[in-house]
């Protein structure tokens, strides 16, 4: 931390105090944001104790969620989805780390390099899905098509038609759509990490493995850290990937808790049982960030806040 | 010196990055064979990854079988446009108020910001229907704008307030002892220093835009005319068969606009990112 005077608190030169003056710059984004999003949230709780459907609601107490508590097949779908978020969100990172590894190496065309990883990032998710639609085709698909040109498979294999494949595939498709971004802000923080540190080591004959394992990883611990938990929650909320590819299928192979809170309200107009599954989602990620915060924290510590 | 690299590494880093790469491009690469590829060509086995009834006919064909097309790709285009500009209006003062200034409630607040990102669209599309229901906005291009950008501010404000903690003070100071008033500080002083982080959190928040619009769209509008790209290119799957080639075709011409700008904004990108992690 710098140790610069904070003039705002100590100096009265303007009329408006500071509080005043903070809050009118902020109430317009707190305002949106309690409409938007907290008011819907609220709602989403009292719908949650009610059987509300497209005929009306009425209150039934904690009938909903003992109902999720009985169910076998809601128990399977919160193992599913974490199963989904840990392996997605371990695979990006290691593909994140080392993306961001190559592209800032100091090599010839890596400006073009950089260009290249963005598209998945810039387009519309729902197109992206779109063409992995395709490429899991097993008649039209160049992965199952080559595979069998070359010998690899008999057949043709539809690769969202099975439980187990469709599982894989859809992760896949999730690591592809989550690691650009992700590699650039890595990228961007890899070239924030000072060249003195590297310099010092090098002179001292470290590895290139030695600078990479001693100085960048600690160096942007921080950032990986920070990321790593944005991505976790988004990957666990993840919904248009999987809802384009199997919406949730095949036999429910695909369904985590977003699908199936989304199949249950929307899909079957039971917008209480919905609501009910909502919350969970919420109660689960808030217990889940605030586990991580506690780590962030400690990390943190460890390598010294930035 | 210390960046040389012997030839076997260099083999090595241009290897793995043409792995890295081919899985990023793979899809598009696929859209484009399958946009040349004629319809009777689908279901034909074995495989063939190349034949001489390749054509370009899909990208002509394609603005005859969904006439609206373009008013897609203007409105996907108009949408995120739309949903930066107003983010940026939330979020520039509030960031501000978070990097710089102290007031009651600061970190209650950032907290329900932050806690925003734990919640998506879908989770809490039954009661934020009613909510656009009742301000009448289901069926116009505010039922796609609005729940895009409470769900962006968050993320802007986040992004940005790192930004403006970066720069100096000094400058503020200066100002306030000249004796200039506050909102004069921020707009005249601190606003057109911030401008390269400024450009970030516009592109990150243009790209947010962008990239997920397709859940509202199919939700809370059914105005053909004001759909966007993704939800628009709904319409080339018809009652008998798909137009699969002709879809692709258009994905690919749809995404191009903004794949242009991109090419231009991408250096100030990188380095923007670069330049918030440099400072300090």
């Known amino acids: 931390m710098s140790a610069t005077p904070n003039i705002g608190s100590k100096r009265k030169f303007s009329a408006m105090p500071e509080a005043t003056f903070a809050w009118i710059l902020v109430a317009p984004a707190v305002l949106f944001i309690l409409v ?271 | 010196m210390m960046d040389r690299y012997t030839r076997l590494q260099l083999v090595g880093i241009y290897a793995a990055l043409a792995v890295f790469l081919t899985f990023i491009l793979l899809p598009f690469f696929e859209m484009f064979m399958a946009s040349l590829r004629p319809l009777e060509h689908l279901f034909r086995a074995p495989y063939q990854f190349w034949s001489d009834d390749f054509s370009f006919d899909a990208y002509r064909k394609m603005w005859v079988t969904v006439p609206l097309l373009g008013r897609y790709i203007w409105n996907s285009i108009y949408i995120s446009f739309a949903v930066t500009g107003l983010t940026m209006v939330f979020v520039i003062p509030a960031a501000y108020a978070f990097a710089r200034l102290d007031f009651p409630f600061k970190n209650a607040t950032l907290g329900m910001f932050l806690s925003v990102n734990m919640f998506t669209g879908a989770v809490l599309l039954i009661p934020l229907y009613r909510v656009m229901r009742t301000m009448g906005l289901l069926n116009t291009y505010w039922a796609m704008i609005v729940p895009g950008v409470a769900f962006l501010i968050p993320t802007g404000i986040w992004l940005l307030r790192s930004y403006l903690e970066k720069i100096p003070r000094e400058l503020e100071e200066a100002a306030f002892v000249d004796g200039a008033s506050r909102i004069y500080t921020l707009r005249r002083v601190v606003l057109p220093l911030a401008v390269p982080g400024l450009i970030v959190v516009g592109v990150a928040v243009f790209i947010g835009a962008y990239a997920q619009q397709y859940l509202f769209a199919i939700t809370f509008n059914q105005t053909r005319e004001l759909q966007p790209l993704p939800a628009g290119l709904n319409e080339f799957i018809g009652y008998q068969s798909v137009n699969w080639n002709e879809m692709m075709a258009a994905a690919l011409v749809g995404v191009l606009p903004v794949m242009v700008i991109f090419l231009f904004l991408q250096k100030y990108l990188v380095a923007g990112l670069t330049a918030g992690a440099v400072k300090e």
């Open chain 1, 36 to 306: 938007i999003i907290a008011w819907p949230l609220v709602e989403t709780f009292r719908l949650s104790f009610t059987d509300a459907n497209l005929g009306g609601e009425t209150y039934v107490g904690f009938e909903n969620y003992a109902e999720l508590l009985d169910k076998q097949k809601f128990h399977d779908t919160i193992i599913r989805t974490f199963y989904w978020m840990g392996l997605s969100v371990a695979l990006k990172l290691v593909l994140e780390l080392i993306g961001a590894t190559l592209l800032n190496a100091a090599i010839p065309g890596k400006g073009l390099f950089r260009v290249l990883v963005m598209p998945p990032w810039v387009i519309p998710v729902a197109i992206g899905c779109i063409g992995w639609l395709w490429l899991y085709n097993g008649y039209f698909g160049i992965i199952s098509g080559v595979a069998q040109r070359i010998g690899l498979i008999d057949g043709p294999i539809e690769f969202l038609a099975h439980k187990t494949s469709a599982f894989y595939s859809a992760v896949v498709t999730d690591v592809w759509v989550g690691t650009p971004m992700v590699t650039l802000f890595l990228l961007a923080a890899m070239q924030g990490v000072s060249r003195d540190l590297y310099e010092a080591a090098w002179v001292d004959g470290a590895s290139r493995w030695y600078r990479f394992r001693r100085i960048t990883i600690p160096q942007i611990m921080p950032v990986i850290v920070s990321m790593a938990l944005l991505s976790a929650i988004w990957t666990f909320n993840s919904f248009e990937i999987i809802w384009i590819l199997t919406q949730g299928g095949p036999r429910g192979g695909t369904t985590t808790l977003i699908i199936d809170t989304y199949k249950t309200a929307i899909g079957n107009y039971k917008f209480g049982e919905g609501a009910a599954r909502a919350v969970v989602i919420v109660i689960l990620l808030a217990i889940f960030s605030t586990a991580y915060m506690f780590i962030l924290n400690k990390v943190n510590k460890k390598y010294g806040s930035k």
